[in-house]
């Protein structure tokens, strides 16, 4: 509204001198042919006088605007072209910045930056899109080709447990799969987090480890857990979430009798969690995308997961009011950090 307003002043004031200016002008004209003796025919008819002063002051009026308004009104054309442009899906135009027109150059910055964050989203949609409907089809073509395989008999029963084992793994992963999309297109419309309790976020890290205790013990993996008592006020169930992928990615990429590290604390004022494991790392070129809806930098492990794990725990870490972070160095492993507010309970 004060832009709005600013722009209005502008207005006025532009119209006030156009006004000033042509009369100035117009009367300086006439004093000048009053001085040069040509008014003496004007004498006897004062309407004449008025006639041509008016007249003047429209001529000059009508040619200041012209002028002026041609540099203040050009912006504003080229924003109306460009609207017409996105409003056609064409996101990538962009309207030039006029530096010295003020409030309509950063009306024309708005734009450029509302463009380009339309281009970006209209992208991620179309990658989205195709990464949603192949890590479906997968699955789904998978299922089908064992299917058809026992429809068509003369199989063994150790190969046709094989085959029944292989639908049943592939079916779980469609499901979950559900379950993460429809979970995280729940949180990302989520604003008001409700269901806030205070409880003991060691014991719950703590549990999640204990959950997966069947991989990590195939794995063979050492543990070196250091869980300092912290009590949380946050949703308990959407922050489990969070520790099941961290935990469970972990486990995954860590060799067999490799070391899993779980810290939680207090640390710089803030609640922080931190998972490492010590596989093989992730390239630099994956980390800039690592939290990205379905991306899994890692092509040998794609059956293992579906690339919605990450981007469902930094949703919930970003309705705790808080960020996760992702260190990595090849052959050393990666480390995760979560960093939490304290949060209070008001009374």
Not at 36 to 42: A, D, K, P
Not at 185 to 197: A, G, P, R
Request: proline share 3%.
């Amino acid at each position: 509204m004060k832009r709005i307003h600013s722009v209005r002043i502008a207005l006025i004031g532009f119209v006030l001198v156009i006004m000033l200016l042509s009369g100035t002008i117009g009367g300086s004209i006439l004093l000048i042919l009053n001085r040069l003796g040509l008014m003496s025919i004007f004498r006897l008819r004062p309407i004449l006088v008025l006639g041509v002063s008016f007249t003047t002051s429209i001529v000059i009026g009508v040619a200041l605007a012209a002028v002026v308004t041609q540099r203040f009104l050009r912006p504003i054309s080229e924003l109306s072209d460009a609207v017409k442009h996105v409003a056609g899906g064409d996101f990538s135009v962009r309207v030039p910045e006029h530096e010295s027109v003020g409030e309509i150059n950063e009306l024309c910055r708005s734009f450029n930056t509302m463009s380009g964050e339309l281009a970006g989203t209209e992208l991620f949609r179309n990658d989205f899109i195709n990464n949603f409907s192949h890590e479906f089809k997968t699955p789904i073509v998978s299922i089908r080709g064992f299917a058809r395989q026992l429809r068509r008999g003369n199989l063994s029963p150790e190969v046709r447990d094989e085959y029944l084992e292989i639908i049943e793994t592939e079916a779980d992963r469609l499901a979950r799969m559900s379950s993460n999309v429809l979970l995280l297109s729940k949180y990302e419309n989520l604003s008001i987090v409700s269901n806030i309790t205070e409880f003991s976020l060691d014991e719950q890290i703590r549990r999640c480890i204990l959950l997966f205790e069947r991989e990590w013990t195939e794995k063979k993996l050492e543990l070196e857990i250091e869980l300092e008592p912290v009590t949380y006020l946050f949703n308990e169930e959407m922050l489990s979430h969070v520790w099941n992928n961290l935990i469970s990615n972990a486990i995954r990429f860590s060799p067999p009798g490799g070391t899993l590290r779980i810290w939680c604390g207090m640390e710089r004022g803030r609640v922080t969690v931190k998972v490492r494991d010590c596989g093989q790392g992730i390239s630099p070129e994956s980390l800039d995308r690592i939290f990205d809806k379905f991306y899994q930098g890692d092509t040998s492990h794609r059956s293992e997961g579906n690339g919605i794990g990450l981007a469902l725990a930094k949703r919930v870490v970003e309705l705790a009011g808080g960020n996760i972070l992702v260190t990595s160095e090849a052959g050393r492993g990666s480390e995760f950090t979560v960093r939490l507010p304290v949060r209070k309970r008001a009374f």
